[in-house]
């Protein structure tokens, strides 16, 4: 034998299931108990009032029993829908998300129009971007495979280009709700109206909204693990208590006792009957804003009542909790309710307020003289933009077309601030049906890229800025360090003259010079040609880098060291060569005798040798400038300094180059003998 359902108690009670019963239980906010008694009333053929059912609707959380009575009820029901969205009932959790989705599918299946398909998207395309931008999570991807299902059924290409899948998204699969509406028009009236008995006990206490699992499933309570404490202060294990099968009755609890858990896990119609005079400061205010949100308006004003009574509360304290409701009037479209309490706020900081709802009221009513009145606020926005901030978010919650206007011309004052304003005109594009790029996004594409562009610039100037100094700080430091190379060269040009020629003196007025510091300076020169040939080359990538650099500074040579001045003893033996008929291009041919003596020579001299002749070979001017020609040689004996103590010796001919000698200073006229 099937047990005994609310609905059969309701039943069997017409007074019970009356209107009158029905109206004092919604205005004890017994929203499970409501929904037993329509229930009822459609199961005993009676009528089911559709603005009782829309009261049900975004306040209880169970999708079955609330698309029974929807499909039950009597009326417009899709214009019913359509107000609920516009007026953005449902609350904005995945919850109420997921209720604007399904009852959006369930208008449409009743034949919506195009005209009112377009109503139904514009609201749910808020719903699909504020989905959007949550973070990424298993409840989220539910709810954008639901809102796809949404944009296919009511057949509305602007939400389905927003819900395009996200190939790094995981894809789920649409929660049963959304699955179960799509079957509800295959069910006769009858069938649906049997639904409720055919159900095994444990899925009939989920559709029987007065019973007391259904209270506790809708309060809010925490889903604990079984081991810990329960919620509820009963000492009791989670599992024995609000766990278990059977759902204990909680122990009476003085309201003063309450603390702000306890009020947002009591049921909505517990808040409706408690004494709200004896909660504490917190737990009232939390009780306000949790009314405000399920938009219990009669009790809330109740509770907010006896907030503005606390005297010991600061009056801009007491203010904000009255601002929560004026928002959520707003929100809702309850201007009576909005204008109401913002003539009561007595803080300076909500002042403005009052002044928004005096100028955007007359526009939003569309009243005889609102065209005058749009005209006025206009000129005022035009003299103080930024007063116009407050009237023009309202107006844009009921005429977004307008507020698209506005909002461009808010972004052509203030291009810095663009980015919440975008934000704002893309949401009243989608409430439009307008898919995204407006213009306004476009001059601020442009603007960015042009902000962009002079950036790189002033960031390429003072990098070259930066070039340029390190460029000027190594040229001194190759300064500093050529005048010490030429010092030490002079130093042991001397050093070897006197090692030449020793002094006549039988009494030598200084001591000879010391071998060792001979070698020593030696060395110490070779690190400081090798140093310089180092700083050359930093010093040409530096110019490389900074290209638009100083064009009219000498190039280092290729090989990296500064070229000295060819000092030679007999010089009449020697003419400069002709830099017209030799500079040309010739292949470098190296003697077999000279190559056999590279190894023996210093590292330093080979390595210059190699690229003198690699400059010589491909007709480099700077090169042939330092090049000499001997005179009275059989052969055209040609001449090149390489470093300071050895001489390269090569010969011409035709499109060749021989180089057959690589000689020191002292051995130069022995060498020369040989090619008289």
Known sequence: MRPRSPDDEYMADPQSRSIDAIQRALAELAYPSVAARLCARARCNESVPLDLVCEVIPRLAHMGVLLLLFRLAEGDRIEAVIRLLETDAFPSDPIGMQAAGIFAIAAHQLGATPAQRQRLAAPLRAYAAACLEQPPSTIRAQLLAGFRLVAQQIDDPVLAKMMAPDPAEPQVAVNDAFTSVMLLPLLTREEMLALPARMDPQDREALEPIARQIEAATTFAPNLPRNQLCWCGSGKKFKRCHGSDTIPVAPPRSPRALSVTDVQTCSLSDLATMRLDQLGDHPLASVIDRLVKYRAWDVAERALAAFDKREHLPQETRDRI??????????????????????????ARYAPIKADLAVALPIIERGPQALDHLLTFAESAVREPQGAQGPL????????AIGVLLLRADIATDLDGA??????????????????????????AQWQAAKAKAGEVDAQSREIAGAK????ALRSTIADTVRQNRDLARRVEDLERQLREPPTAPAPVEAPADPAE?????????QLQEVVREKNLELAELRRESRSGRAEDPEPTSSGAIDL????????????????????????????????DVPSMPLHVTREAIRTVARLAIGDSAAWKAVKRAKGTAAPLHMARIGIRHLLLFVLDGASMDVIELVSRESLHVALKRYM
């Open 565 to 596: 001045p060819i000092v030679d003893e007999g010089d009449d033996d020697w003419t400069e060569s002709d830099g017209g008929t030799e500079r040309r291009i010739r292949m470098p041919t190296w003697r077999p005798a000279l190559l056999a």
């Open 393 to 400: 978010g309202i107006i844009m919650q009921t005429m977004p």
């Open 322 to 347: 009255r601002h929560i409701l004026v928002s959520q009037a707003i929100r809702g479209h309850r201007w009576d309710l909005a204008t109401k309490h913002a003539q009561k706020l007595r803080s």
């Open 469 to 472: 100094a390190d460029a000027d």
């Open 518 to 526: 001979l070698r020593a300076l030696r060395a110490k020169l070779d």
């Open 419 to 444: 980015a919440d304003v975008l934000r704002a005109i893309r949401q009243m594009r989608v409430r439009l049906g307008l898919l995204p790029g407006d213009a306004a996004e476009t001059t601020y």
